[in-house]
Protein backbone atom coordinates (compact mmCIF):
# COMPACT_ATOMS: atom_id res chain seq x y z
CA UNK A 1 0.00 0.00 0.00
CA UNK A 2 2.71 2.77 1.04
CA UNK A 3 4.74 1.19 -2.00
CA UNK A 4 2.10 1.83 -4.03
CA UNK A 5 1.62 5.15 -2.78
CA UNK A 6 5.53 5.52 -3.15
CA UNK A 7 4.99 4.82 -6.50
CA UNK A 8 2.32 6.47 -7.30
CA UNK A 9 3.92 10.01 -5.84
CA UNK A 10 7.08 9.20 -7.88
CA UNK A 11 4.90 8.87 -11.44
CA UNK A 12 3.23 12.20 -10.81
CA UNK A 13 6.55 13.34 -10.33
CA UNK A 14 8.10 12.17 -13.50
CA UNK A 15 5.42 12.40 -15.53
CA UNK A 16 5.20 16.86 -14.36
CA UNK A 17 8.91 16.81 -15.08
CA UNK A 18 8.80 14.95 -18.32
CA UNK A 19 5.48 17.31 -19.69
CA UNK A 20 6.96 20.73 -18.06
CA UNK A 21 10.60 20.29 -19.61
CA UNK A 22 8.75 18.84 -22.61
CA UNK A 23 6.08 21.37 -23.51
CA UNK A 24 8.19 24.18 -25.27
CA UNK A 25 10.73 22.16 -26.97
CA UNK A 26 7.71 20.28 -28.86
CA UNK A 27 5.41 23.22 -29.84
CA UNK A 28 8.78 25.06 -31.35
CA UNK A 29 9.99 22.01 -33.25
CA UNK A 30 6.39 21.00 -34.19
CA UNK A 31 5.12 23.63 -35.43
CA UNK A 32 8.54 25.57 -36.80
CA UNK A 33 10.67 22.74 -37.83
CA UNK A 34 13.71 24.31 -35.15
CA UNK A 35 15.46 21.82 -32.88
CA UNK A 36 15.87 24.51 -29.76
CA UNK A 37 19.01 23.15 -28.21
CA UNK A 38 19.56 26.34 -26.20
CA UNK A 39 15.93 24.95 -24.68
CA UNK A 40 17.60 24.27 -21.35
CA UNK A 41 19.09 27.98 -21.30
CA UNK A 42 15.73 29.38 -21.52
CA UNK A 43 14.57 27.53 -18.68
CA UNK A 44 17.86 28.75 -17.37
CA UNK A 45 16.15 31.89 -17.79
CA UNK A 46 12.69 31.81 -16.51
CA UNK A 47 14.34 30.16 -12.97
CA UNK A 48 17.12 33.16 -13.12
CA UNK A 49 14.24 35.94 -13.63
CA UNK A 50 12.21 34.32 -10.99
CA UNK A 51 15.02 33.52 -8.72
CA UNK A 52 15.83 37.58 -8.77
CA UNK A 53 12.83 38.71 -8.77
CA UNK A 54 12.25 37.28 -6.04
CA UNK A 55 15.17 37.63 -3.77
CA UNK A 56 16.59 40.70 -4.97
CA UNK A 57 13.31 43.20 -5.89
CA UNK A 58 11.33 41.28 -3.23
CA UNK A 59 8.34 40.34 -5.34
CA UNK A 60 6.08 37.51 -3.65
CA UNK A 61 6.65 34.30 -5.39
CA UNK A 62 3.31 33.55 -7.84
CA UNK A 63 4.39 37.77 -9.33
CA UNK A 64 8.01 36.44 -9.71
CA UNK A 65 7.05 33.56 -11.49
CA UNK A 66 4.88 35.83 -14.09
CA UNK A 67 7.79 37.56 -14.22
CA UNK A 68 10.78 34.59 -15.12
CA UNK A 69 7.82 33.77 -17.58
CA UNK A 70 7.44 36.88 -19.25
CA UNK A 71 11.14 37.66 -19.80
CA UNK A 72 11.54 34.42 -20.89
CA UNK A 73 8.67 34.98 -23.73
CA UNK A 74 10.76 38.28 -24.70
CA UNK A 75 13.84 36.64 -24.70
CA UNK A 76 12.26 34.45 -27.10
CA UNK A 77 10.83 36.89 -29.79
CA UNK A 78 14.17 38.85 -29.86
CA UNK A 79 16.06 35.04 -30.45
CA UNK A 80 13.58 34.35 -33.35
CA UNK A 81 13.59 37.87 -34.83
CA UNK A 82 17.62 38.20 -34.77
CA UNK A 83 18.42 34.32 -35.21
CA UNK A 84 15.59 32.19 -36.18
CA UNK A 85 14.10 34.46 -38.80
CA UNK A 86 17.18 36.34 -39.61
CA UNK A 87 14.50 39.29 -39.20
CA UNK A 88 16.98 41.72 -37.73
CA UNK A 89 19.99 40.70 -39.81
CA UNK A 90 18.17 41.25 -43.07
CA UNK A 91 16.69 44.43 -42.34
CA UNK A 92 20.10 45.51 -41.53
CA UNK A 93 21.16 43.75 -44.59
CA UNK A 94 18.50 45.52 -46.63
CA UNK A 95 19.99 49.05 -45.27
CA UNK A 96 23.67 48.68 -45.98
CA UNK A 97 24.20 46.88 -48.50
CA UNK A 98 20.81 46.22 -50.21
CA UNK A 99 19.90 42.31 -49.82
CA UNK A 100 19.11 39.73 -47.68
CA UNK A 101 22.03 38.57 -44.58
CA UNK A 102 20.74 35.40 -43.84
CA UNK A 103 18.13 32.50 -44.92
CA UNK A 104 15.51 31.79 -42.18
CA UNK A 105 15.84 28.63 -39.73
CA UNK A 106 12.55 27.25 -39.84
CA UNK A 107 12.08 23.57 -41.10
CA UNK A 108 16.16 23.79 -40.91
CA UNK A 109 16.77 21.06 -37.99
CA UNK A 110 20.60 20.69 -38.69
CA UNK A 111 20.87 24.44 -38.97
CA UNK A 112 18.69 25.26 -36.49
CA UNK A 113 20.83 22.66 -34.07
CA UNK A 114 24.13 24.44 -34.65
CA UNK A 115 22.52 27.90 -34.36
CA UNK A 116 20.93 27.22 -31.37
CA UNK A 117 23.83 25.05 -29.75
CA UNK A 118 25.74 27.96 -29.89
CA UNK A 119 23.49 30.05 -28.17
CA UNK A 120 23.33 28.14 -25.45
CA UNK A 121 26.83 27.61 -25.10
CA UNK A 122 26.84 31.88 -25.16
CA UNK A 123 23.94 31.76 -22.41
CA UNK A 124 25.54 29.28 -19.85
CA UNK A 125 28.83 31.42 -20.49
CA UNK A 126 27.47 34.39 -19.85
CA UNK A 127 24.90 33.70 -16.69
CA UNK A 128 28.09 32.30 -15.12
CA UNK A 129 30.13 35.94 -16.12
CA UNK A 130 27.14 37.91 -15.07
CA UNK A 131 26.15 35.62 -11.70
CA UNK A 132 28.93 33.59 -10.87
CA UNK A 133 28.81 29.43 -10.32
CA UNK A 134 25.52 29.87 -8.26
CA UNK A 135 22.53 32.25 -6.62
CA UNK A 136 21.04 31.90 -4.00
CA UNK A 137 17.57 29.74 -4.16
CA UNK A 138 14.23 30.76 -3.03
CA UNK A 139 12.84 28.47 -0.23
CA UNK A 140 10.07 25.31 -1.65
CA UNK A 141 7.06 26.66 -0.32
CA UNK A 142 3.85 24.68 1.12
CA UNK A 143 5.92 22.45 3.09
CA UNK A 144 5.22 18.66 2.93
CA UNK A 145 2.17 15.99 3.17
CA UNK A 146 3.07 12.63 5.65
CA UNK A 147 1.32 9.64 5.06
CA UNK A 148 2.67 6.86 7.54
CA UNK A 149 6.54 6.56 7.07
CA UNK A 150 6.92 8.66 3.57
CA UNK A 151 6.58 12.46 3.32
CA UNK A 152 6.08 14.33 0.17
CA UNK A 153 6.76 17.44 -0.95
CA UNK A 154 3.21 19.39 -1.62
CA UNK A 155 5.02 21.55 -3.82
CA UNK A 156 5.72 18.83 -6.06
CA UNK A 157 2.06 17.70 -6.19
CA UNK A 158 1.47 21.03 -7.29
CA UNK A 159 3.52 20.66 -10.03
CA UNK A 160 1.57 17.14 -11.07
CA UNK A 161 -1.50 19.38 -11.57
CA UNK A 162 -0.10 22.17 -13.01
CA UNK A 163 1.67 20.23 -15.85
CA UNK A 164 -1.82 18.60 -16.19
CA UNK A 165 -3.82 21.92 -16.48
CA UNK A 166 -0.91 23.12 -19.02
CA UNK A 167 -1.74 20.40 -21.40
CA UNK A 168 -5.20 21.54 -20.98
CA UNK A 169 -4.62 24.82 -21.85
CA UNK A 170 -2.22 24.13 -24.83
CA UNK A 171 -4.52 21.88 -26.48
CA UNK A 172 -7.32 24.67 -26.02
CA UNK A 173 -4.88 27.25 -27.14
CA UNK A 174 -4.03 25.18 -30.26
CA UNK A 175 -7.47 23.27 -31.38
CA UNK A 176 -10.18 25.83 -30.20
CA UNK A 177 -8.89 29.57 -31.16
CA UNK A 178 -8.57 31.36 -34.20
CA UNK A 179 -4.79 31.40 -33.24
CA UNK A 180 -4.48 28.03 -32.96
CA UNK A 181 -6.30 27.41 -36.54
CA UNK A 182 -3.63 29.66 -37.79
CA UNK A 183 -0.41 28.43 -36.20
CA UNK A 184 -1.93 24.85 -37.52
CA UNK A 185 -2.79 26.20 -41.17
CA UNK A 186 0.90 27.46 -41.15
CA UNK A 187 2.50 24.68 -40.04
CA UNK A 188 0.62 22.48 -42.52
CA UNK A 189 1.59 24.97 -45.25
CA UNK A 190 2.94 27.57 -45.05
CA UNK A 191 2.67 29.05 -48.05
CA UNK A 192 -0.71 28.38 -48.96
CA UNK A 193 -1.26 30.61 -45.33
CA UNK A 194 0.62 33.40 -46.56
CA UNK A 195 -1.09 33.61 -50.27
CA UNK A 196 -4.55 33.56 -48.42
CA UNK A 197 -3.29 36.56 -46.48
CA UNK A 198 -1.54 34.68 -42.70
CA UNK A 199 0.90 36.89 -41.89
CA UNK A 200 3.00 33.83 -41.34
CA UNK A 201 5.99 35.33 -40.18
CA UNK A 202 3.89 37.12 -37.16
CA UNK A 203 2.24 33.44 -36.35
CA UNK A 204 6.43 31.91 -36.08
CA UNK A 205 7.39 34.74 -34.12
CA UNK A 206 4.54 34.23 -31.29
CA UNK A 207 4.63 30.34 -31.66
CA UNK A 208 8.41 30.83 -30.62
CA UNK A 209 7.27 33.66 -27.99
CA UNK A 210 4.92 31.07 -26.80
CA UNK A 211 7.46 27.91 -26.81
CA UNK A 212 9.80 30.26 -24.97
CA UNK A 213 6.89 31.82 -21.95
CA UNK A 214 6.80 27.80 -21.60
CA UNK A 215 10.25 27.19 -20.98
CA UNK A 216 10.48 30.32 -19.01
CA UNK A 217 7.38 28.91 -17.00
CA UNK A 218 9.12 25.24 -16.67
CA UNK A 219 12.16 27.62 -14.99
CA UNK A 220 9.87 29.31 -13.10
CA UNK A 221 7.79 26.53 -11.17
CA UNK A 222 11.14 24.42 -10.91
CA UNK A 223 13.46 27.20 -9.53
CA UNK A 224 12.39 26.66 -5.91
CA UNK A 225 13.36 23.38 -5.63
CA UNK A 226 16.76 23.26 -8.04
CA UNK A 227 19.98 24.68 -7.05
CA UNK A 228 20.30 27.81 -9.24
CA UNK A 229 23.58 26.94 -11.70
CA UNK A 230 24.08 27.80 -14.57
CA UNK A 231 23.77 24.29 -15.74
CA UNK A 232 21.01 23.85 -14.23
CA UNK A 233 19.29 23.42 -18.04
CA UNK A 234 20.84 20.39 -18.96
CA UNK A 235 19.23 18.58 -16.51
CA UNK A 236 15.61 19.10 -18.62
CA UNK A 237 17.17 18.70 -22.07
CA UNK A 238 17.32 14.76 -21.82
CA UNK A 239 13.60 14.21 -20.80
CA UNK A 240 12.61 17.06 -23.23
CA UNK A 241 14.51 15.85 -26.73
CA UNK A 242 13.34 12.00 -25.59
CA UNK A 243 9.77 13.00 -24.96
CA UNK A 244 9.72 14.95 -28.04
CA UNK A 245 11.10 12.01 -29.79
CA UNK A 246 8.98 9.23 -28.38
CA UNK A 247 5.78 11.61 -28.62
CA UNK A 248 5.82 11.83 -32.41
CA UNK A 249 4.21 15.14 -34.54
CA UNK A 250 1.14 15.53 -32.50
CA UNK A 251 2.66 18.34 -30.10
CA UNK A 252 0.05 18.01 -27.31
CA UNK A 253 -1.54 14.32 -27.61
CA UNK A 254 2.57 13.36 -28.06
CA UNK A 255 4.03 15.22 -25.16
CA UNK A 256 0.82 13.82 -22.60
CA UNK A 257 1.66 10.39 -23.78
CA UNK A 258 5.13 10.58 -23.55
CA UNK A 259 4.77 12.34 -20.30
CA UNK A 260 2.47 9.19 -19.13
CA UNK A 261 4.76 6.49 -20.42
CA UNK A 262 8.29 8.03 -19.65
CA UNK A 263 6.39 8.79 -16.28
CA UNK A 264 6.25 5.04 -15.50
CA UNK A 265 9.08 3.59 -16.82
CA UNK A 266 11.07 6.52 -14.67
CA UNK A 267 9.10 5.93 -11.45
CA UNK A 268 9.09 2.14 -11.87
CA UNK A 269 12.84 1.49 -12.24
CA UNK A 270 13.82 3.53 -9.45
CA UNK A 271 11.25 2.75 -7.02
CA UNK A 272 12.53 -0.93 -8.16
CA UNK A 273 16.48 -0.47 -7.96
CA UNK A 274 16.29 2.34 -5.49
CA UNK A 275 18.78 4.14 -7.95
CA UNK A 276 17.39 7.60 -10.39
CA UNK A 277 20.57 6.65 -12.32
CA UNK A 278 19.08 3.65 -12.97
CA UNK A 279 15.48 5.28 -13.77
CA UNK A 280 17.49 7.79 -16.33
CA UNK A 281 18.90 4.59 -18.00
CA UNK A 282 15.65 3.22 -17.89
CA UNK A 283 14.40 6.47 -19.77
CA UNK A 284 17.39 6.79 -22.30
CA UNK A 285 16.95 3.03 -23.49
CA UNK A 286 12.82 3.37 -23.59
CA UNK A 287 14.04 6.51 -26.29
CA UNK A 288 16.22 4.05 -27.92
CA UNK A 289 13.55 1.42 -28.62
CA UNK A 290 10.62 3.77 -29.53
CA UNK A 291 13.51 4.95 -31.89
CA UNK A 292 14.23 1.43 -33.26
CA UNK A 293 10.36 0.57 -33.38
CA UNK A 294 8.50 3.54 -33.47
CA UNK A 295 10.45 6.31 -35.41
CA UNK A 296 7.53 8.56 -35.86
CA UNK A 297 6.44 8.46 -32.14
CA UNK A 298 3.89 7.09 -30.64
CA UNK A 299 1.18 9.79 -32.51
CA UNK A 300 2.97 8.96 -35.98
CA UNK A 301 2.54 5.43 -34.91
CA UNK A 302 -1.14 6.33 -34.20
CA UNK A 303 -1.09 8.02 -37.33
CA UNK A 304 0.05 5.12 -39.45
CA UNK A 305 -2.34 2.82 -38.06
CA UNK A 306 -5.34 5.09 -38.82
CA UNK A 307 -4.27 5.88 -41.94
CA UNK A 308 -3.99 1.94 -42.61
CA UNK A 309 -7.57 0.74 -41.54
CA UNK A 310 -9.09 4.05 -43.68
CA UNK A 311 -7.42 2.39 -46.89
CA UNK A 312 -8.21 -1.03 -45.79
CA UNK A 313 -12.20 0.15 -45.89
CA UNK B 1 -9.43 50.20 -65.31
CA UNK B 2 -6.11 48.04 -65.84
CA UNK B 3 -6.42 45.81 -62.67
CA UNK B 4 -3.13 43.83 -62.83
CA UNK B 5 -0.23 44.75 -65.01
CA UNK B 6 2.80 42.59 -65.71
CA UNK B 7 5.70 44.68 -67.36
CA UNK B 8 9.25 42.21 -68.17
CA UNK B 9 8.57 39.72 -65.69
CA UNK B 10 12.13 37.34 -65.38
CA UNK B 11 11.74 35.08 -62.77
CA UNK B 12 14.59 32.20 -62.17
CA UNK B 13 18.42 33.91 -63.31
CA UNK B 14 20.45 30.43 -64.35
CA UNK B 15 17.32 28.94 -66.09
CA UNK B 16 14.68 31.51 -66.42
CA UNK B 17 11.01 29.89 -65.87
CA UNK B 18 9.60 32.79 -67.09
CA UNK B 19 11.29 35.43 -69.58
CA UNK B 20 10.04 38.98 -70.11
CA UNK B 21 6.10 38.41 -69.82
CA UNK B 22 4.06 41.54 -70.10
CA UNK B 23 0.28 40.66 -69.37
CA UNK B 24 -2.43 43.14 -68.04
CA UNK B 25 -5.86 42.34 -66.75
CA UNK B 26 -8.63 44.75 -66.94
CA UNK B 27 -11.30 45.09 -64.21
CA UNK B 28 -14.05 42.53 -64.51
CA UNK B 29 -12.19 40.17 -66.87
CA UNK B 30 -12.04 36.58 -67.19
CA UNK B 31 -8.23 35.88 -68.58
CA UNK B 32 -7.01 32.62 -69.68
CA UNK B 33 -3.44 31.62 -69.89
CA UNK B 34 -2.72 28.12 -71.82
CA UNK B 35 -0.03 26.19 -72.08
CA UNK B 36 1.35 22.95 -71.85
CA UNK B 37 3.14 20.98 -68.74
CA UNK B 38 6.07 22.79 -67.57
CA UNK B 39 5.72 26.54 -69.57
CA UNK B 40 5.56 28.25 -66.31
CA UNK B 41 1.85 28.58 -65.72
CA UNK B 42 2.50 28.23 -62.14
CA UNK B 43 5.45 30.37 -61.18
CA UNK B 44 3.58 32.92 -63.20
CA UNK B 45 0.78 32.47 -60.65
CA UNK B 46 3.18 32.70 -57.89
CA UNK B 47 4.72 35.76 -59.06
CA UNK B 48 1.71 37.49 -59.02
CA UNK B 49 0.65 36.26 -55.93
CA UNK B 50 4.30 36.97 -54.46
CA UNK B 51 5.18 33.71 -53.29
CA UNK B 52 7.84 34.15 -55.62
CA UNK B 53 9.94 37.55 -56.26
CA UNK B 54 11.10 37.91 -60.39
CA UNK B 55 14.42 38.84 -60.57
CA UNK B 56 13.65 41.57 -63.14
CA UNK B 57 10.44 43.37 -64.06
CA UNK B 58 7.31 44.48 -62.53
CA UNK B 59 4.28 43.40 -60.77
CA UNK B 60 1.51 46.64 -60.44
CA UNK B 61 -1.64 46.12 -58.97
CA UNK B 62 -4.41 48.79 -59.13
CA UNK B 63 -1.45 51.35 -60.19
CA UNK B 64 0.89 50.57 -57.35
CA UNK B 65 3.87 48.69 -57.61
CA UNK B 66 3.48 45.65 -55.50
CA UNK B 67 6.63 43.74 -57.06
CA UNK B 68 8.47 43.84 -53.23
CA UNK B 69 5.49 43.37 -51.14
CA UNK B 70 5.10 39.64 -49.50
CA UNK B 71 2.46 37.57 -50.62
CA UNK B 72 -0.16 38.33 -47.17
CA UNK B 73 0.50 42.04 -47.86
CA UNK B 74 -0.91 41.15 -51.69
CA UNK B 75 -3.95 39.04 -50.54
CA UNK B 76 -4.87 41.40 -47.97
CA UNK B 77 -4.74 44.27 -50.36
CA UNK B 78 -7.32 42.28 -52.33
CA UNK B 79 -5.94 39.12 -54.49
CA UNK B 80 -7.50 35.73 -53.91
CA UNK B 81 -5.54 32.62 -54.52
CA UNK B 82 -6.58 29.06 -55.50
CA UNK B 83 -3.15 26.64 -55.84
CA UNK B 84 -3.27 24.52 -58.09
CA UNK B 85 -3.91 21.07 -56.51
CA UNK B 86 -6.02 23.34 -54.21
CA UNK B 87 -3.68 22.45 -50.88
CA UNK B 88 -6.73 21.88 -48.45
CA UNK B 89 -5.19 22.75 -45.05
CA UNK B 90 -4.86 18.65 -43.50
CA UNK B 91 -6.32 18.56 -40.01
CA UNK B 92 -8.49 21.37 -40.50
CA UNK B 93 -11.93 21.16 -41.28
CA UNK B 94 -14.26 23.13 -43.68
CA UNK B 95 -15.45 26.01 -41.06
CA UNK B 96 -11.65 26.30 -40.25
CA UNK B 97 -10.25 26.28 -43.72
CA UNK B 98 -12.64 28.85 -44.73
CA UNK B 99 -11.71 30.83 -41.56
CA UNK B 100 -8.43 30.88 -43.35
CA UNK B 101 -9.43 33.37 -45.87
CA UNK B 102 -11.00 35.76 -43.64
CA UNK B 103 -7.66 37.56 -43.70
CA UNK B 104 -7.52 37.44 -39.88
CA UNK B 105 -4.30 39.62 -39.86
CA UNK B 106 -6.05 42.13 -41.58
CA UNK B 107 -7.70 43.87 -38.56
CA UNK B 108 -10.55 44.39 -39.50
CA UNK B 109 -12.10 42.04 -42.98
CA UNK B 110 -15.47 42.02 -44.74
CA UNK B 111 -16.46 38.35 -45.18
CA UNK B 112 -19.03 37.43 -47.28
CA UNK B 113 -20.14 34.07 -46.38
CA UNK B 114 -23.94 34.11 -47.25
CA UNK B 115 -22.52 34.02 -51.22
CA UNK B 116 -20.07 31.16 -51.00
CA UNK B 117 -22.92 29.54 -49.78
CA UNK B 118 -25.39 30.33 -51.72
CA UNK B 119 -22.62 29.20 -54.67
CA UNK B 120 -21.64 25.51 -52.86
CA UNK B 121 -24.15 25.24 -50.76
CA UNK B 122 -22.63 21.39 -49.93
CA UNK B 123 -19.53 23.32 -47.88
CA UNK B 124 -22.50 24.09 -45.40
CA UNK B 125 -23.57 21.01 -44.67
CA UNK B 126 -20.03 19.64 -44.04
CA UNK B 127 -18.47 22.98 -42.25
CA UNK B 128 -17.32 20.16 -39.08
CA UNK B 129 -16.08 17.26 -41.90
CA UNK B 130 -12.47 17.45 -42.31
CA UNK B 131 -11.82 19.56 -45.39
CA UNK B 132 -9.12 16.66 -46.99
CA UNK B 133 -11.72 13.96 -46.58
CA UNK B 134 -13.62 16.07 -49.65
CA UNK B 135 -13.76 15.05 -53.06
CA UNK B 136 -11.70 16.64 -55.45
CA UNK B 137 -14.57 18.38 -56.60
CA UNK B 138 -15.58 19.58 -53.30
CA UNK B 139 -12.19 20.79 -51.99
CA UNK B 140 -11.76 22.84 -55.32
CA UNK B 141 -14.86 24.05 -54.18
CA UNK B 142 -13.68 24.62 -51.02
CA UNK B 143 -10.77 26.55 -52.07
CA UNK B 144 -12.52 28.61 -54.69
CA UNK B 145 -14.55 29.34 -51.42
CA UNK B 146 -11.91 29.98 -48.98
CA UNK B 147 -10.17 32.75 -51.34
CA UNK B 148 -13.73 34.38 -51.98
CA UNK B 149 -14.47 34.72 -48.41
CA UNK B 150 -12.89 38.10 -48.11
CA UNK B 151 -14.45 39.07 -50.93
CA UNK B 152 -11.51 39.90 -53.34
CA UNK B 153 -11.00 41.55 -56.22
CA UNK B 154 -8.70 39.33 -58.57
CA UNK B 155 -9.10 35.80 -57.88
CA UNK B 156 -5.86 33.93 -59.35
CA UNK B 157 -6.83 30.34 -60.27
CA UNK B 158 -3.91 27.73 -60.96
CA UNK B 159 -5.48 24.91 -63.31
CA UNK B 160 -8.83 24.17 -61.72
CA UNK B 161 -9.93 21.07 -63.67
CA UNK B 162 -6.76 19.30 -62.57
CA UNK B 163 -8.04 16.07 -60.60
CA UNK B 164 -11.84 17.18 -61.33
CA UNK B 165 -14.30 14.75 -62.38
CA UNK B 166 -15.31 15.88 -66.41
CA UNK B 167 -19.03 16.02 -65.02
CA UNK B 168 -17.85 18.64 -62.31
CA UNK B 169 -15.10 20.36 -64.29
CA UNK B 170 -17.78 22.21 -66.21
CA UNK B 171 -19.56 22.88 -63.43
CA UNK B 172 -16.94 24.64 -61.84
CA UNK B 173 -16.65 26.44 -65.25
CA UNK B 174 -19.99 28.05 -64.87
CA UNK B 175 -19.45 28.76 -60.90
CA UNK B 176 -16.30 30.77 -61.87
CA UNK B 177 -18.46 32.50 -64.91
CA UNK B 178 -21.27 33.26 -61.75
CA UNK B 179 -18.60 34.30 -59.74
CA UNK B 180 -17.40 36.81 -62.28
CA UNK B 181 -21.09 38.07 -63.04
CA UNK B 182 -22.74 38.27 -60.20
CA UNK B 183 -20.03 39.37 -57.82
CA UNK B 184 -17.88 41.56 -60.37
CA UNK B 185 -14.50 39.54 -59.33
CA UNK B 186 -11.84 39.62 -62.01
CA UNK B 187 -10.31 36.20 -62.81
CA UNK B 188 -6.61 35.53 -63.87
CA UNK B 189 -6.69 31.48 -64.55
CA UNK B 190 -3.81 29.13 -66.05
CA UNK B 191 -5.23 25.99 -67.78
CA UNK B 192 -4.51 23.47 -70.28
CA UNK B 193 -8.25 22.00 -70.26
CA UNK B 194 -9.81 23.15 -73.81
CA UNK B 195 -13.06 23.39 -72.79
CA UNK B 196 -12.46 25.56 -69.85
CA UNK B 197 -10.49 27.96 -71.50
CA UNK B 198 -13.16 28.33 -73.93
CA UNK B 199 -16.14 28.25 -71.69
CA UNK B 200 -14.85 30.56 -69.66
CA UNK B 201 -12.15 33.13 -70.70
CA UNK B 202 -13.18 36.57 -72.12
CA UNK B 203 -9.28 36.36 -73.65
CA UNK B 204 -6.90 34.56 -73.49
CA UNK B 205 -2.63 34.69 -73.26
CA UNK B 206 -0.56 31.66 -74.94
CA UNK B 207 2.69 30.58 -73.28
CA UNK B 208 5.36 28.88 -74.52
CA UNK B 209 8.91 27.78 -72.50
CA UNK B 210 8.49 30.63 -70.50
CA UNK B 211 7.45 33.01 -72.79
CA UNK B 212 4.00 34.81 -73.64
CA UNK B 213 3.69 33.86 -77.33
CA UNK B 214 0.16 35.44 -78.47
CA UNK B 215 -2.71 36.88 -77.49
CA UNK B 216 -6.43 35.42 -78.47
CA UNK B 217 -9.46 37.48 -78.39
CA UNK B 218 -13.01 36.50 -78.21
CA UNK B 219 -12.82 35.33 -81.68
CA UNK B 220 -9.65 33.12 -81.39
CA UNK B 221 -11.17 31.74 -78.79
CA UNK B 222 -14.26 30.65 -81.12
CA UNK B 223 -11.84 28.67 -83.13
CA UNK B 224 -11.19 25.62 -81.79
CA UNK B 225 -7.84 24.59 -83.38
CA UNK B 226 -6.13 28.42 -82.29
CA UNK B 227 -5.82 26.90 -78.98
CA UNK B 228 -5.76 22.97 -79.69
CA UNK B 229 -2.26 24.24 -81.12
CA UNK B 230 -0.69 25.61 -78.44
CA UNK B 231 -1.87 22.62 -76.16
CA UNK B 232 -0.44 20.10 -78.80
CA UNK B 233 2.68 17.99 -77.72
Request: charged fraction near 20%; aromatic fraction near 8%; charge should be negative.
Amino acid sequence: MVNGLNLAFQFLDSFAFVVLAAAGLAIIFGIMGVINLAHGEFILVGAYATTVSATSLGLPLPLAMAAGVLVTALFGVVVERVIISGFVPNWIGQRTVGRDLVEPLYDRLADSMVATFGLSLIMVQGARIRFGNSIDQIATPFGNVAYGEFSYSTYRLVLAGVSVALLVVVYYVFTRTDFGTRVRATMADEQTARALGVDTDRTYMLTFGIGSGLAGLTGALFAPVLSMQPTLGSQFLVEAFVAVVVGGPSVVLGTALSGGVLGAVNATVTNLTDSTTFGRIALLLTAILALRFLPDGITGFVERVRTRREEGE
Amino acid sequence: MTLLDLSGVTVGYDAPVLRDVDLSVEESEIVGVVGKNGVGKTTLMKTVIGLLEPDEGSVVYRGADVTGQSADERARAGIGYIPQGRDIFPGLTVEQNLQMGEHVDAGSSETRYDEVFDLFPVLEERLDQDGETLSGGQQQMLAIARALVADPDLLLLDEPSEGVQPSIVDQISEDMRAINEELGTTILFVEQNLGVIRSMADRCYAMERGRIVDELGADALADEDTIANYLAV
